[in-house]
C-alpha cells in the first residue's frame, strides 16, 4: 500500500478571461507522503496558497487532478473522497483570533471537531491531552476566552484543536504570520509536538519565511509565478540551492 496521503498532479489554475486572464498555477506536481512534512513557500502570489487550497479540496483546479490516497477528491466522482478528506484534515489558519470563536472558550473551541465526528465519553481527556500537546496547561487556558489569551497563546489553541481529531493530514498556513517574533518559537516548539505525538500524520506547511519552516519541514517545495522552482530535502535546498529565487528568499530569512 502506498505512503502517498496527498498528491497533485499537473495542476493548473487560471483565474478571469481575456484581459483579466491570470494563470496563478502552471502545471504543478506535489507529493505528500504518512509522517512527512512538507513546507510550500514562496512571496505573495507565488501561488502557494492556490495550490494548497486545491491541494485540500477548497477550490478545484482548471486542469489537473488531486488525489487522496490515490483517488481522485476533483469533480463529481471525487465527491465522496474530497469528504473524506475533509474528515481527515486538520487547519490551522494565519490568525487565531479570525479562526476561535470569541463566544467560546478555549476549551469549547478545541471540543468542537470532537463534538462533530464522534459521540466519545472520553472527550475531556483528549482535550487536555490535546492542550498539552500544543504546549499548554488546560487547568490554565481552559476555560479562557481568546480575548484573554495573547496571539502566542491563542495560535496554539488554534493548533490543539486542529490536532485534536488526530487527523492524517495537517494544513498549517502562514501560522505564524499574525504572531509576534517571540510568540513564533512557541509556536515552531507545538507544531514540533503535534508531531512527535502523531508520527504517521503527514503537514502541509505554507510559509514565506525559511526561517521559520526550518525547523519544521522535512521537505521544501519552492514556488514562483505560479511554477515549482525547487524542491528537495530542507537541509541540502538550504545549504545548496539550485535556483536564483531560492537563494534570494535565503538571503531574506530572518534566522
Known amino acids: 500500500m502506498s505512503d502517498v496521503v496527498l498528491e497533485a498532479r499537473g495542476v493548473h489554475k487560471t483565474f478571469g478571461r481575456g484581459k483579466t486572464h491570470h494563470e496563478a498555477l502552471r502545471g504543478v506536481d506535489l507529493v505528500v507522503r504518512e509522517g512527512q512534512s512538507v513546507a510550500v513557500i514562496g512571496e505573495s502570489g507565488s501561488g502557494k496558497s492556490t495550490l494548497t487550497r486545491i491541494l485540500f479540496g477548497l477550490d478545484c483546479p482548471t486542469t489537473g487532478d488531486v488525489l487522496f490516497h490515490g483517488r481522485s477528491i476533483t469533480g463529481k466522482e471525487g465527491r465522496e473522497r474530497l469528504l473524506a478528506l475533509r474528515r481527515a484534515s486538520g487547519v490551522v489558519y494565519q ?36 492542550f498539552r500537546v500544543a504546549g499548554l496547561d488546560a487547568g490554565r487556558y481552559a476555560n479562557r476566552f481568546p480575548m484573554d489569551l495573547s496571539g502566542g497563546q491563542a495560535q496554539r489553541v488554534a493548533i ?22 517571540a510568540a513564533r518559537v512557541q509556536i515552531v516548539d507545538s507544531l514540533r509536538r503535534v508531531r512527535e505525538a502523531n508520527p504517521d500524520m503527514a503537514m502541509v506547511v505554507v510559509s514565506h519565511d525559511l526561517g521559520v519552516v526550518q525547523h519544521i519541514a522535512d521537505r521544501l517545495v519552492v514556488m514562483h509565478n505560479g511554477l515549482v522552482v525547487e524542491r528537495g530535502e530542507t537541509h541540502a535546498v538550504l545549504r545548496h540551492p539550485t535556483h536564483e529565487y531560492t537563494r534570494t528568499l535565503i538571503a531574506a530569512a530572518s534566522w
Open 95 to 130: 490568525n487565531p483570533f479570525e479562526s476561535l470563536d470569541p463566544r467560546w472558550t478555549a476549551a469549547q473551541s478545541v471540543a468542537e471537531p470532537l463534538l462533530a465526528q464522534v459521540a466519545d465519553a472520553n472527550i475531556d481527556e483528549r482535550v487536555d491531552e490535546a
Open 160 to 181: 490543539a484543536r486542529a490536532m485534536v481529531t488526530s487527523p492524517q493530514v495537517l494544513l498549517a498556513d502562514e501560522p505564524m504570520s499574525a504572531i509576534d517574533v
